[in-house]
């Protein structure tokens, strides 16, 4: 089954019960300055669960547009490493705002994952999770459904556990929030990895595909719960995974969506068609999320939105540099892409010339540099350096326009670590410098210029801070 005829055939299901069906939203978050982009499917209703906007319905579906690639959901460093994440990828989702909850919505997807009718997976391939003292929520999967015990795992919300399973969904630092159980698809032994909640359950074999969240909460800024007007439903099933599970691979990247992608990305960078080669998989990857982002009107900038557009696209150029390829290549993908996903989403289709313009002007832009940088990256490491100085590090994004990221992608394939204090220690001379700056000028009297260089200069480096402390792991 292909990706579109998967993603129709959920609407379709949720349609027969009663959904209405709702187009995808844009990635960037209308109205919440709390969230960078639209992370999942509930962003759009975010409103609706809270009970501050009413719609005429009280049960939605869609297939949603999602980018996790900055703040609490972040999967840019995944990328090419695991089988199964993306930064953009589509989350099919099904939402009660006050209407059903968890007996229904467990039945739904059952019914959906399991009926002849509908996927017909097998049962013995799937196992969920529950949040630990979900009772209720196990008792429908136990006595309704009719899974045996030892397919139902409960999972706390992590805290201080060495595994990164978590059965409380929360959007961001604040917003609705909830317990959630979470439907998983076994691989097979050939595959490595354990089952969710051991300390080896990062491996692909037990692929999470479907999370119901029983949204019963809003989370406020001192941590506080307040419970929501009338419980929900909020689920979010990442459509490339179950593309993979119906088209029998192992790989979101071996399905038709991905796999075109990254034969394109071979065709440009000339090598030859491989799964095995992690940047063909990266390249493939940010071509989608740097057009969708161009669609929705982000542009590459050293700030914000623009500035995760910017290491993004940097980020695939350089993998193109890394398999020999030093020209111009990135953009020349984006006709591959609109040829997939341009029926699904016209908006691609629309603005191909402007998302292709961007994409080259950035790759002119970072081709004067990269190869000096790399060059520098090199000289810095010879001589089996274990360990990449600070002060190189912050001239490289000074210089060169590396983002911390993108050095700590190319640290990471050579096993080198990355003095991260020592960047944070340049970059705060170089605050202080620019500080000084602006202030002689201010009491010097010269004509000062208030959308002056000494802001854009700040905000680009603040945006550096929030990803350093994501490194860190010190990101709230
Ligand atoms: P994982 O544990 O695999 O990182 P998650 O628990 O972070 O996934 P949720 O927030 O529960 O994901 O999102 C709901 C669904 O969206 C997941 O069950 C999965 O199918 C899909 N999904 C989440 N993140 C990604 C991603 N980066 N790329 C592709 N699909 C994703
Ligand atoms: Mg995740
Ligand atoms: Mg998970
Ligand atoms: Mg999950």
Redesign the pocket.
């Known amino acids: 089954m292909k990706t579109a005829e998967i993603r129709q055939k959920f609407l379709d299901f949720f349609a027969s019960k009663n959904h209405q069906v709702v187009a995808s939203s844009s990635l960037i978050p209308g109205n919440d300055p709390t969230l960078m982009f639209t992370v999942?499917g509930m962003v759009q209703f975010k409103d609706v669960f809270l009970g501050f906007e009413k719609r005429d319905y009280t049960r939605a579906t869609t297939s949603q547009k999602c980018l996790?690639a900055g703040g609490k959901?972040n999967?840019l460093e995944?990328v090419g490493y695991t089988a199964?994440?993306?930064?953009f990828?589509e989350?099919l989702g099904n939402f009660s705002f006050g209407d059903y909850f968890k007996q229904d919505a467990i039945t739904y997807a059952w019914e959906f994952l399991t009926g002849e009718a509908w996927l017909n997976l097998p049962k013995d391939k799937l196992m969920v999770t529950v949040y630990a003292s979900d009772d209720e929520a196990y008792d429908i999967w136990h006595k309704t459904v009719g899974l045996p015990a030892e397919k139902i795992i409960r999972i706390g919300d992590n805290k201080g556990a060495p595994y990164?399973s978590d059965n409380f969904?929360t959007m961001g630092d604040t917003g609705p929030c909830g317990p959630?159980t979470?439907i998983f698809y076994d691989h097979g032994e050939e595959v490595a990895g354990g089952p969710p909640g051991s300390p080896d359950e990062d491996g692909d074999r037990f692929m999470?595909?479907?999370?119901n969240v029983f949204m019963q909460f809003n989370r406020d800024e001192t941590g506080t719960l307040h419970p929501l007007p009338k419980p929900s439903v909020d689920t979010?099933?990442?459509l490339?995974?179950l593309s993979t599970v119906l088209q029998h691979v192992k790989s979101?990247y071996e399905t038709d969506a991905l796999a075109c992608l990254v034969r394109a990305a071979a065709r440009e960078t000339g090598v030859e068609y491989s799964q095995s080669v992690p940047s063909l998989k990266v390249i493939a990857d940010h071509i989608r999320a740097c057009s969708f982002m161009i669609a929705d009107g982000i542009l590459p900038s050293s700030d914000g939105r623009g500035y995760v557009l910017r290491r993004i696209a940097r980020r695939a150029i350089r993998h193109g540099y890394k398999l020999g390829q030093k020209g111009l290549f990135f953009h020349k993908i984006v006709a591959d892409l609109v040829a997939e996903m341009g029926d699904a989403y016209p908006e691609l289709r629309q603005k191909q010339a402007v998302i292709e313009d961007t994409l080259r002007q950035e790759e002119i832009k970072f081709a004067e540099t990269l190869e000096t940088g790399m060059a520098l990256v090199d000289a810095a490491l010879a001589g089996g350096k274990t360990a990449m100085d600070g002060d190189t590090v912050f001239k490289l994004y000074d210089t060169f326009g590396f983002p911390v990221d993108l050095t700590a992608d190319i640290c990471r394939e050579r096993n080198i670590a990355v003095d991260m204090d020592g960047f944070e220690r340049a970059m705060e001379e170089q605050r202080s410098r620019a500080r000084a700056a602006s202030a002689f000028k201010v009491a010097g009297n010269v004509s000062y210029d208030g959308a002056d260089t000494s802001f854009h200069g700040y905000s680009a480096h603040s945006v550096d801070a929030k990803v350093i402390a994501l490194y860190k792991g010190t990101e709230p």
């Open positions: 999942a996790r959901h999967d995944n199964r994440h993306h930064t990828f989350m990164a969904w959630c979470e999470e595909i479907w999370n979010g099933m990442g490339e995974r979101n």
